[in-house]
C-alpha cells in the first residue's frame, strides 16, 4: 500500500514539473514575439534629394537616385516633409500608405486588409531659390500627410499631424509608425523623428 502511494506522489510530482515547463515556454515564446517599438531619426533638409530607408534593416539605405523604381531594397523616402513609398508611380514594390484614426502606436494592433494608397505625382520644391523658388512634379504619396507646411505668410508655419499610419513595405510585409519631430537637437527643420514597428513575419498582426 504505501508502494502505491509513493508510486502516485512521484507522478503527481512529475505531472506538476512538465505543466510548469511547458508553462515557462509558452511564455518564453510570448514574450519573446513581443514586437520592438523602434525609433530614428532622418536628415530631410535636401531640397535636391531624397533619403531611402528600409524597415527590414531599419536603417537608411543608399539607392541610386536615377534607378530607385527598379530597387527593392527601401521601403520608404523623404525628401522635406515629402514621402514617397516603394509602390504605384515611385517603384516596382508591393508598398502602399493607410492613415488610422489612432494617435498612439500601442493602440494599432492589426494592420488593415485593404484601403492601401499607392504612389502618385505629386508637386514638390526642388530648389529654394529666391525671388522663385523651383517646382517639380515627382512620384510621391499623397496619403502620408504627416506635416502641414503654411508658407502664405513669413515665416513657415509648421503643424505635426498625431495620426499613426500603416506602411505597407516594398516585400510586402508591415509596419506601423508615427511622426514625433520636425525638428533635429539645434532647431532644425526637416530632421525627421520617427518611431515604428515592424512585422517581419509577413502576417498583419502588431
Known sequence: MLHKKTIIATWVLLSFFFISCSSDDDKTETSSTLLEVKSTQIDARSYEDW???SFESGAVVEIDPENFKESLAWDIAFHRNDVRLNCGESGSGSAGAYTTDKTGLSEVFTAPETGYVVDATKTIM?????????????????????????????PPVYTLHDKVFVVRTASGKYAKIKFTNYLGNMNETMIISMSYVYQPDGSRNF
Open 51 to 53: 533619403v531611402y530607408f
Open 126 to 154: 526642388t530648389k529654394f531659390v529666391l525671388p522663385e523658388p523651383i517646382f517639380e512634379e515627382q512620384p510621391a504619396n499623397l496619403e502620408i500627410n504627416w506635416l502641414e507646411v503654411d508658407t502664405s505668410n513669413p
